[in-house]
């Protein structure tokens, strides 16, 4: 069976850091959502990013670049026996990515760039696609056809919440439904809905406290895929910490999951 086979009928999730930090972060990260993942039959796909190229500011720690990031997944790929996801920000990089990804993940400001979706569907690799926070979950079969133009029929889109007024997101669980009538695995992201945009001076904030209401919600639709950020100190987090899922804390949203399923 293929990834993408495992991936249309099984529970996972795709779980790491927003950013790649050290090594060792990354590797303990990657160690306990393997552990807690495997225990509650969920499949664990470790998501880290070389490059942020969307932080608020300018002054904002963006990753440790392409070639550094990519041999990092590549080791944690290997010592862990896990698949790997990450963003891709430029049509250049795909191809460079998808050598060492399963999957690559377009990110949500970027969902209708067509030349970005064509050359990340030629990889043949699974193509993760954000919804913008500007789009319904109907609109996003445009996203789907332009990776489907290329041949690869291997795309997922996932929900990050919808803009409701200034610094704000709300998830409105009927995106999942009709994305899911599209014919692909649809996934929860469970952090960056809880995220309030370029809230923090400079940086985006968040209420990760909603997180496994989100998370339990949907998963009581029959959404079968999910996305959290976590860490072991979200408060040290080079990116995205004020949404992030402490990394003592998987575990139990996996079981909160797993509890809601249908």
Do not use: W
């Amino acid at each position: 069976m293929t990834l993408f086979d495992t991936l249309k009928n099984n529970l996972f999730i795709m779980a790491g850091p927003c950013v790649i930090e050290d090594k060792d972060i990354c590797f303990e990260i990657a160690e306990t959502c393997k552990k807690a993942s495997e225990e509650l039959g969920f499949t664990y796909i470790f998501k880290a990013s070389f490059d942020k190229a969307n932080r608020t500011s300018v002054n904002s720690y963006r990753g440790n670049g392409m070639e550094k990031g990519l041999e990092l997944l590549s080791e944690i790929k290997k010592e862990f026996n896990v698949p790997v996801i990450t963003d891709i920000h430029e049509s250049y990089q795909a191809d460079i990515a998808g050598q060492v990804c399963d999957i690559l993940q377009i990110p949500a400001f970027l969902c209708r760039q067509t030349d970005l979706l064509v050359a990340a569907g030629k990889t043949g690799a699974i193509i993760n696609i954000k919804k913008a926070q500007f789009l319904s979950g109907v609109d996003m079969k445009y996203p789907v056809e332009k990776v489907k133009s290329t041949g690869n029929e291997k795309v997922m889109l996932t929900e990050r919440g919808t803009m409701f007024g200034y610094g704000n997101l709300v998830v409105d669980y009927r995106n999942l439904v009709d994305m899911a009538k599209l014919g692909v695995p649809v996934v929860m992201d469970i952090t960056h809905s809880t995220q309030k945009p370029g809230a923090l001076e400079g940086k985006s904030g968040g209420n990760p406290e909603y997180a496994p209401y989100l998370a339990a919600a949907a998963s009581a639709i029959g959404v079968r895929g999910f996305f959290a950020e976590t860490h072991p100190n979200p408060e040290k987090a080079l990116s995205d910490g004020p949404n992030m899922v402490k990394l003592s804390e998987f575990k139990n949203l996996l079981e909160t999951i797993k509890k809601h399923a249908i």
